[in-house]
Structures are given as structure tokens and as C-alpha cells.
């Protein structure tokens, strides 16, 4: 090394660091210093990256790596000394007095957040090629996962600004995380759609770096396969966000601008949007720095426990335990049976984590004075046998976000926001053939389960609001048993709370099993509607538009598709259905 003229004092300083961080052997196959130039320098240029992504550098994460490879050979217990039980949170019930009143406090909030939509990772499990934020929440009117997402942050800042009738801090800023695997094709969705409406300067996009590999107990940073010049890189995990969001200095500005909420939401679920206004009032009326929102959970259904954690020495935290952990966990500290419903509820007693978390600006910028952003980190290597001395492949460290509140100080109010699944969550996680194989009654997070997920919420609002609709009626799609109700979609801005739906909705509406509605527009009235078919309504701004009696016509009807045949788009196989749009009545 000493003979590379190339390298500059920066980089004999990263190759120091190696050097004594136990990472000789990543030079062991350089041949002489005339040979492979630009493959060195480009070599150091990643090992620059590596360094300034890590909060404390690559020898902080190879010194982490040591510490937690160690104990994960020693089989150390994550949450030694820790005692799990039930944590109290708010549980709300959809509609009623309490929940239309916090509902109001949140959009009185709005005005005040900062949206946060971590998107890096890509759809492995869902055996989708493209970015997720790109995928149809429903293929009724097929916007996108972005594009729901923008309108509603759109409706959003329209209401609350005119609630509060103050512009001053109208524009909501909506920060996007991305990685290699998605940042391009994200850029390109808001590009190709003009940001949906938002104005560019309103979004920010953060692009998450990966992490060096590991290769064995002693942390040595692997080699890429194909290339003895380059360091083999995984994703770390979603909890880059905090370290990223410190660094980008955004919070500071934006907390002078009198923001005061930090949103983080995931990249596919399209009910998110229906909980956040209540969930959102929560956090303003207790005063939390630290809101959680989970649902009724699944005894080892796939989302990770909010769980009560108490140490033997006193300490306590709220917390989020990978559904992985909660079993063992539970078996170890005098629950023989592990993770089991309640005989009674028929659900886990841990409320389900979904990741949607809202963070109090202030102190979450203190916090992150101290940390940095870092985030505590894990590692899961699959090892080659119970030696537990060599890997299958090579493994890296990982984060979560919703791990922030584990080096929070104790006094810190850290709560949750409990909402019923049909109302708050619907991933599109899974691809069909794991779907298929979920336990009976687990939901199955696939596309087929996210996009039946909206009609039905949406159904259940009308009913709620005094509509009759009918009955759903079952369906198999891609091996997934599912109920379908009416296809009802709306744009945010003909609702975004219970209160808007029940305005403009009167209880001599009814809509049939086999119709579709589509409301597109801010000031439409449903006055007496008899829905049997197909109606599509789409009104400008500035339209006032009242509908009644009776729509009949032939409809539109979802037709079967085998996820295997590659005749149809991706998005539509993932589905298992197409929509044919026969007859329909529409009123622009
Ligand atoms: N993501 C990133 O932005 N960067 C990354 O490096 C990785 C992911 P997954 P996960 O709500 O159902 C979480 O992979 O991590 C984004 C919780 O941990 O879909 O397996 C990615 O783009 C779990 O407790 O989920 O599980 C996506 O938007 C439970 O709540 C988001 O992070 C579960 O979500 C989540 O990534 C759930």
C-alpha cells in the first residue's frame, strides 16, 4: 500500500483503519502497484462511502459487527433480564364520538407533520419486479401506492390549513427514503407524474447506503464474488432513516418553521391514510413523544409485538418484538405455550407493530443529537453448522425503525394507538404461493388481500354512515379465499375523515354486491342513490355535484387469473384478477 502513489492522505488513513481493524486480507490478492489503478481507486472510493454512510464510520461497524457476531455465537438472549407482559395503549373503536373527535385534533395537527415514507427496500417477497411504490392500490381506478399516497398528504394540508385558515406552514414536506435498488425508479414516477400534484420542492428524497458484508466470527468484511477490488454490500435495514434524516439537517429547519410531528409510514399499504388523522390526535392530546399504531394481532402472524419489556434492575420500555423473538421470548420467562391467542379475543394479547410511528419533532431531534441517528443493530448469520464457526453466506448488520425508542430516557412517553385491521392495514407483502400457504384466518398480505382490503373499508365507512350495502360474497384468487364487497373507491379529497363521509352520504343510499363506485372529485353528494352497476363520477374543483335515484347497468366484473400465466401484467397476476369493465354509467 505504501508503494500506491495513487492513494490520497484521506485514503492511507481508511487503509490504516483496515489494517488495524483486522482487514488485511482484503489486500491479499492486490498485485503490484502499476497494476489495476483505477480498480484501487475506485476500491477506496466505496470504502470512502462505506465510512461516511456509517454513524462512527466502518471501524465502528466492524467493531459493532465483532460485538454482536460474539454474542449471537454465544447465543446471548437479545432481551436477557427482560420480563415481557401486555402494555396499555389507546384503543380506539372507528366512528365513534371519541374517535370523530380525535380525527378532528389530527387534521388540526396536520399542518404541523412531516412526512417520512421509507421506501428502499424492493419486492422480494412479493416476487414483483418493480419499485412498490409504483404497484395499483386497487385496479378499480389503478392509481398507484405514490400517487394515493400524495393525494392524501395533499387533502391533508388542504384541510387543516383551512381549519386552522392559516397558509403559513400549508406546504406538508414528504421525505422519501430510497436505496440503489429503488432510487432511480422513484425519481422517475414523480418525474413521469408531475409529483402527483405535490410541488417538487415540497419532496425530499434520502437515499439509504448498504453495508458491508461479513464473512466469518471476526467481522472480516467480504470480497464481492466477482470482483477482488470491491466490497460485497447488503441493505441495513429500514432504521437508516434516522441517521439519514439527522444528517440531512432538515429537521432543525424544519422544526424553526414551528413543525412539530415526524410521520414514518411503509411503502404498501393503502389503508395507512384512514388511521392518521386519529392516530395523529392521539399523539396531540396525551402528549406522546413516541406514537405507535398497531392493530389486533394474529398469534404469530408475521408483524412483530408491541410489548411492555421490564428489566430486573427496574427499567421498563415499550417496544416492538420481531414476531421471531416474541415466541422465544415468551417461552423463556414463564409462558410455556409461547405466542397463543387469547381463548377469549381470539387474538395475540400483543397489539400488531405496523410501523407507522410518530415521533414528537423536538425531542426526537434531541435524541438524535446524542445518537447520531444510530439505531440498535442485529445480526441474523446462518451458520454452516452448531459450531456456529462458519457462514452459509456472507451476513451484515441490520437496523429497524422502530427500535428508536430503545435508548430513549425512561421518563420519555412512549405509547401506542391501537385501530381495528380493516380500518389501518393491508400490506402487499407476500407473493401468491406463500400467501396461499398462510394459517387459516391469518391475513394473507398479498396483493389479492391489499386491494380487497380497500373496497371492504370503504364499504364498512358507507355502512357506518347510514348507507345499506350489501353482503360480500367469497372468492378464491391464486389459492387465497378472500371476501368481496362493492368496489367503492374515493379520492382523499371527497374524504379523509368520518366526518366528510357522513356530510356528503344520506342513509337512502344502497349499493349491490356486484357494483363499482368511483367518486373523483371534492364536492360530490350521494342523495338517494340506488347503485346496481357501475357509476363514475369525476367533478373539478368547484363542482357541486348531488346524485340520486337509481343506476343499474351490467358493471364491472374481477376475472379470474392464474398467477402463473405470463399473458398478463405482473401487477395483475400478483392480483389473481382483472377487472372487465362492461357497462357503466359516468358523470364528469
Ligand atoms: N425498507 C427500507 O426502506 N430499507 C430497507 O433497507 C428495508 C426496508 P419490509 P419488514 O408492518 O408488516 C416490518 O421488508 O422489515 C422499507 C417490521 O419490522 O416490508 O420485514 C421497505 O421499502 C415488522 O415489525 O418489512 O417488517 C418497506 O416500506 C412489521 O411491522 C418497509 O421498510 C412489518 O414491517 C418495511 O420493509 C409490517
Not at 130 to 151: M, N, S
Not at 410 to 433: C, H, I, Q, R
Amino acid at each position: 500500500l505504501k508503494n500506491l502513489s495513487l492513494l490520497s492522505p484521506q485514503q492511507i488513513e481508511l487503509a490504516k483503519m483496515l489494517l488495524k481493524e483486522g482487514q488485511k486480507h482484503l489486500f491479499d490478492d492486490w498485485s503490484g502497484a502499476d497494476v489495476d489503478v483505477e480498480k484501487k481507486k475506485a476500491f477506496f472510493d466505496q470504502v470512502a462511502l462505506l465510512d461516511s454512510s456509517y454513524p462512527g464510520g466502518l471501524a465502528s461497524y466492524i467493531q459493532n459487527a465483532k460485538k454482536l457476531l460474539a454474542d449471537s455465537k454465544a447465543g446471548k438472549n437479545p432481551f436477557d433480564g427482560f420480563t415481557p407482559s401486555v402494555p396499555s395503549g389507546e384503543v380506539l373503536t372507528f366512528g365513534d364520538e371519541n374517535f370523530m373527535k380525535l380525527e378532528e385534533a389530527g387534521i388540526k395537527e396536520a399542518r404541523h407533520a412531516i412526512f417520512v415514507l421509507v421506501a428502499g427496500g424492493l419486492g422480494e417477497r412479493l416476487g414483483y419486479k418493480g419499485i412498490k411504490l409504483a404497484l395499483p392500490v386497487e385496479t378499480t381506478t389503478g392509481k398507484c401506492f405514490l400517487q394515493h399516497y400524495i393525494e392524501s398528504i395533499l387533502a391533508l394540508q388542504e384541510a387543516s390549513a383551512k381549519l386552522a385558515q392559516d397558509e403559513l406552514l400549508a406546504k406538508i414536506p414528504l421525505v422519501i427514503m430510497t436505496s440503489d435498488d429503488t432510487h432511480a425508479r422513484t425519481i422517475e414516477l414523480l418525474d413521469s407524474n408531475s409529483y402527483f400534484g405535490m410541488e417538487s420542492s415540497q419532496v425530499k428524497l434520502l437515499k439509504q447506503e448498504k453495508v458491508a458484508c461479513l464473512s466469518d466470527n471476526d467481522a472480516r468484511l467480504a470480497l464481492d464474488p466477482n470482483d477482488k477490488y470491491k466490497i460485497q454490500t447488503k441493505p441495513h435495514g429500514h432504521g437508516d432513516v434516522h441517521a439519514l434524516l439527522y444528517s440531512s439537517g432538515l429537521l432543525e429547519q424544519w422544526k424553526e418553521a414551528g413543525r412539530r410531528w415526524v410521520l414514518f409510514f411503509q411503502d404498501t399499504n393503502g389503508l395507512l391514510f384512514k388511521a392518521i388523522p386519529a392516530s395523529l390526535g392521539v399523539s396531540a392530546t396525551k402528549g406522546y413523544t413516541v406514537n405507535s399504531l398497531a392493530v389486533p394481532r394474529k398469534a404469530k402472524e408475521a408483524i412483530g409485538g408491541i410489548t411492555k419489556l421490564t428489566h430486573a434492575d427496574g427499567r421498563t420500555m415499550v417496544i416492538n418484538v420481531e414476531y421471531n423473538q416474541l415466541d422465544p421470548l415468551l417461552r423463556a420467562t414463564g409462558h410455556p405455550d409461547g405466542d397463543v391467542n387469547d381463548p377469549e379475543t381470539g387474538f395475540s394479547p400483543y397489539p400488531g407493530n405496523i410501523n407507522q410511528l410518530i415521533l414528537e419533532l423536538g425531542p426526537y431531534i434531541e435524541e438524535l443529537k446524542k445518537t447520531g441517528g444510530a439505531i440498535a443493530e442485529f445480526v441474523n448469520p446462518k451458520y454452516t453448522d452448531s459450531t456456529k464457526t462458519a457462514f452459509k453466506s456472507s451476513t451484515r448488520l441490520e437496523c429497524m425503525m422502530q427500535d428508536y425508542p430503545k435508548t430513549l430516557p425512561p421518563s420519555s412517553k412512549v405509547g401506542f394507538t391501537v385501530m381495528d385491521t380493516w380500518l389501518a392495514y393491508a400490506p402487499v407483502k407476500n407473493n401468491p404461493e406463500d400467501a396461499a400457504k398462510v394459517p387459516k384466518g391469518n391475513p394473507y398480505h398479498s396483493a389479492t388481500s391489499g386491494e380487497m382490503a380497500i373496497y371492504r373499508a370503504n364499504s364498512l365507512i358507507l355502512r357506518k354512515a347510514g348507507v345499506t350495502i350489501a353482503e360480500p360474497v367469497k372468492d378464491v384468487f391464486n389459492g387465497q379465499e378472500v371476501e368481496v364487497w362493492p368496489r367503492v373507491t374515493w379520492s382523499p379529497k371527497w374524504a379523509l375523515i368520518f366526518k366528510d363521509v357522513k356530510e356528503k352520504v344520506n342513509n337512502k343510499c344502497s349499493i349491490t354486491e356486484k357494483s363499482t363506485l368511483v367518486v373523483n372529485g371534492r364536492h360530490v353528494a350521494l342523495n338517494g342513490l340506488n347503485l346496481d352497476g357501475t357509476l363514475n363520477i369525476n367533478a373539478v374543483d368547484g363542482a357541486e355535484v348531488k346524485l340520486s335515484g337509481v343506476v343499474l347497468n351490467k358493471g364491472w366484473s374481477l376475472e379470474h387469473v392464474d398467477y402463473k400465466d405470463n399473458s398478463f401484467p405482473e401487477e395483475i397476476r400478483i392480483r389473481g384478477f382483472k377487472i372487465e369493465k362492461v357497462e357503466q354509467f359516468e358523470v364528469n
